[in-house]
């Protein structure tokens, strides 16, 4: 649903920018989500949200998705998928978790 809301950028962007910021966004929620189940804390997810928001304004201004390539999308979001992984990680190892036979 992170991702998809960025859909919305169609009115001000090309269809290919929009698809490649979906993509992107989608990963990132992962991310977010992944930090969430982590926590059990909505504040830690939003105050990540704003934070690399913030940091990639101050870094690199409002950035413009048209010239970024498809492939540097999926790196990115291969990227965010492993981070998000790698939060998941304990609970999904968690020896609790598994049903004793």
Not at 6 to 12: R, V
Not at 25 to 35: L, P, R
Not at 64 to 92: D, E, K, Q
Request: net charge neutral.
């Amino acid at each position: 649903m992170f991702g998809s809301e960025h859909f919305l950028n169609l009115y001000s962007q090309s269809f290919s920018a929009t698809i490649i910021q979906v993509l992107q966004t989608t990963a990132m929620g992962f991310v977010f989500a992944s930090i969430f189940v982590r926590t059990n804390n909505l504040l830690f997810p939003m105050l990540c949200h704003f934070s690399l928001d913030y940091v990639v304004t101050i870094l690199w201004g409002m950035q413009n998705s048209s010239n970024i390539s498809f492939g540097s999308a999926i790196g990115v979001s291969v990227f965010y998928l492993i981070v998000g992984l790698f939060i998941l990680m304990p609970i999904l190892t968690d020896n609790k978790l598994k049903v004793e036979k």
